[in-house]
């Protein structure tokens, strides 16, 4: 007599099964991976919410990448194919605003892009009260803007 082992099919239904429930829970543990789009000018700021982001209990992951040449630079075409690359990659956009967002080409050009690609965006600014000037990709596309401490209800 060989050994030998018998999987009928009801228990390769029952494994499937039981994959598809681990995938799901492991989703729903995931952090998500988040596309951060900011005007270069608020550095500072941005890199108080990246040391936020990377808090164990942050229900957020943060893969950004700050955009230091002029939007109408000799390298601008290849900096928004490797953004590009890095918003697929996400399944939201944050859009970190101030007074100064509204100026930025970047800033358009990447919400722009992010709902292009279906992405989610949502814009956020510290504390309570929003910048008194909201940029239009923000206002237009009618982004929904909430104070940074709020964000993680809302992913």
């Known amino acids: 007599m060989g050994g030998g082992s018998s999987i009928g099919r009801s228990?390769?239904?029952?494994?499937k099964e039981l994959e598809r429930k681990a995938r799901e829970e492991l989703e729903k543990g995931a952090r998500r991976n988040t596309f951060l789009s900011f005007d270069y000018d608020d550095i500072d700021e941005v890199n108080l919410l990246r040391a936020h982001a990377k808090n164990e209990k942050s229900e957020i992951e943060f893969i950004d990448r700050s955009v230091k040449d002029p939007i109408n630079s000799e390298r601008a075409?290849?900096?928004k194919t490797k953004i590009i690359e890095r918003i697929k990659q996400c399944s939201q956009t944050v859009v970190y605003i101030t007074d100064k967002t509204h100026c930025s080409?970047?800033?358009?050009w990447e919400v722009e892009k992010s709902l292009e690609l279906g992405r989610e965006v949502i814009a956020v600014h510290k504390g309570d009260?929003?910048?008194?000037?909201?940029?239009?990709?923000?206002?237009?596309?009618?982004i929904k803007v909430l104070p940074?401490?709020?964000?993680?209800?809302?992913?």
């Open 11 to 15: 228990s390769l239904g029952n494994i």
């Open 129 to 142: 009260k929003p910048p008194t000037k909201i940029p239009s990709c923000i206002k237009d596309n009618k």
């Open 77 to 79: 075409d290849y900096i």
């Open 148 to 155: 940074w401490k709020k964000l993680s209800d809302h992913i």
């Open 105 to 108: 080409d970047w800033v358009r």
